[in-house]
């Protein structure tokens, strides 16, 4: 039980340039998400997924788009990079609950993004 | 609209002093509340969360946090602080599958 994988660890990016960040988890988790964090702000909701097929938006979504093909995978795209998307980016995973959204998340090692 | 405060940046604390983080929210109704702990270059990892029931709740590690309704806080505390210990912090409110928000984090220092 692997958990909540990322890859790469590291990237370094010119401005323009497109990557995808990998993210996969082996919990069969139904609600998977990315955030970003920056210094004294905490972790902000990127784009979540409630299962295959089903993405949406949370508090930053602009410049990023998602895609959940499967349970198990949640990759982030990155079209045009630039210096303002400079940032360490976790995926999570969790079951859903009730009303109030996810239980425990389970969140990846990072991914270290550098835009110049 | 929904916040996470966390007031304190810093924290430093003597070995086997005891501790208390604090964590304030402003939400309407009363949401799922987490705190979750990050060591240098790691993810984050979950010390404890508050769904409903008892509002003086257990987690890993001996740390313990305390729901008040009245005061919409959610305090993290700790006995005796191990050197381990020194982490970044981070309090977090659940209010629906969109709306899941982190304080800015405390980071502790433990002296030895």
């Known amino acids: 039980n692997a958990g909540v994988t990322q890859t790469p660890k590291f990237q370094v990016l010119k401005t323009g340039q497109s990557m995808t960040l990998q993210c996969a988890q082996d919990?069969?988790?139904?609600?998977m998400s990315w955030y970003r964090q920056d210094p004294g702000m905490g972790l902000r909701l990127i784009h979540y997924?409630?299962?295959?097929?089903?993405?949406d938006q949370g508090e930053v979504p602009n410049g990023y788009n998602v895609s959940r093909s499967t349970t198990e995978d949640f990759p982030l795209r990155l079209l045009s990079a630039a210096p303002s998307q400079t940032s360490v980016y976790f995926c999570?995973?969790?079951?859903?609950?009730?009303?109030?959204?996810?239980?425990?998340?389970?969140f990846g090692p990072g991914t270290r993004l550098t835009v110049l | 609209a929904q916040s996470v405060t966390q007031p304190d940046i810093h924290i430093t604390v003597s070995e086997g002093a005891s501790l208390e983080l604090r964590c304030n929210y402003s939400?309407?109704?009363?949401?799922?509340l987490f705190w979750y702990v990050q060591s240098p270059g790691q993810g984050l990892q979950l010390l404890l969360k508050?769904?409903?029931?008892?509002?003086l709740v257990q987690g890993i590690k001996g740390f313990e946090a305390e729901f008040k309704r009245s005061q919409s806080s959610f305090n993290l505390r700790k006995p005796s602080v191990h050197w381990s210990d020194a982490a970044e912090y981070f309090c977090?409110?659940?209010?629906?599958?969109?709306?899941?928000?982190f304080g800015s984090g405390t980071k502790l220092n433990v002296k030895p």
């Open positions: 939400y309407g109704a009363t949401p799922y």
């Open positions: 508050y769904f409903s029931g008892d509002t």
């Open positions: 999570a995973s969790s079951y859903l609950t009730g009303t109030r959204g996810t239980d425990t998340q389970y």
């Open positions: 919990m069969n988790h139904e609600y």
């Open positions: 977090a409110v659940g209010a629906s599958i969109n709306k899941f928000y």
């Open positions: 997924s409630v299962g295959a097929g089903i993405t």
